[in-house]
């Protein structure tokens, strides 16, 4: 008699131990199949510097009165819905042996001056692959604040020469190049438009026409954030 109930109780046991085993595949069952399905309905990002895609991220060291870490998706949100406040973010890439961009000192500072309320400005310095041009942090900072430096701008220019104010905005490192590739960096100077949500609404290049109205930064920044504060 106490055999057979010994041999009960563990019939019981492996009934409720197979229950447990089907209640778990049909648990994972049911997960994977909602985690397909939020795939699906949910593609990836389309991420690129074309206008309608959504901007790289990057992360590096950024100088702003000291060098800290720095990452670009800090500094959006991908919750922002168009007609909503927001902070917009205007990427300059420069080189500081660029010619080009030294000359265009003034002109950044002043749409910084013209936007800073509304948008943020931020920096980044490449190094273009061009036989002299070799920068260095100690030139990234001395470019920024306009400090004592022969070696601008391939070493005809001192830094402090450089037009415009002192550009009281992050410059973000890209020395080794790694953000220039990822952005497929065309030259320099180039910039992008990016809306509070990190969708790039103006890239510099795809208006290089001296004929299309939105070939001026100034202009771009006027047709997609308003009028200037």
């Known amino acids: 008699m106490k055999t057979e109930s010994n041999n009960y109780r563990m019939l ?14 049909g ?9 397909i399905a939020v795939f699906v ?11 309608g895609q959504l901007a790289p991220n990057f992360a590096s060291q950024a100088y702003d009165n000291s060098w800290s870490s720095f990452e670009l ?15 917009w973010v205007f990427l300059l890439f420069i080189d500081t042996d660029c010619p080009y ?34 920068s260095s942090k100690a030139e ?5 604040e306009k400090n004592d430096n022969s070696g601008c701008k391939s070493d005809r220019a001192n830094c402090n020469q450089r037009p415009g104010d002192v550009h009281n905005w992050p410059y973000v490192d890209d020395l080794d190049r790694s953000i220039a590739e990822d952005y497929n960096l065309p030259g320099t100077p180039f910039y992008l438009l990016l809306s509070p949500d990190g969708i790039v609404q103006w890239n510099s290049g795809q208006h290089s026409s001296q004929s299309d109205p939105l070939s001026d930064p100034f202009g771009a920044l006027q047709h997609h954030v308003g009028a200037s504060a």
């Open 101 to 134: 961009c030294f000359e265009s000192g003034d002109e950044h500072s002043d749409m910084h001056n013209a936007y800073a309320s509304s948008v943020k400005f931020l920096t980044v310095v490449t190094e273009l692959q061009i036989s002299g041009h070799e």
């Open 27 to 35: 648990i994972s069952g049911v997960l994977s199949v909602v985690a």
């Open 12 to 25: 019981k046991n492996d009934e409720d131990a197979d229950a447990r085993v089907l209640s778990f595949f």
């Open 73 to 87: 998706y800090d500094h959006i949100d991908q919750t922002w819905v168009e007609g909503e406040e927001g902070q």
């Open 140 to 144: 990234i900072v001395d470019y920024k």
């Open 41 to 51: 309905l949910s593609p990836p990002a389309n991420i690129g510097v074309a206008e």
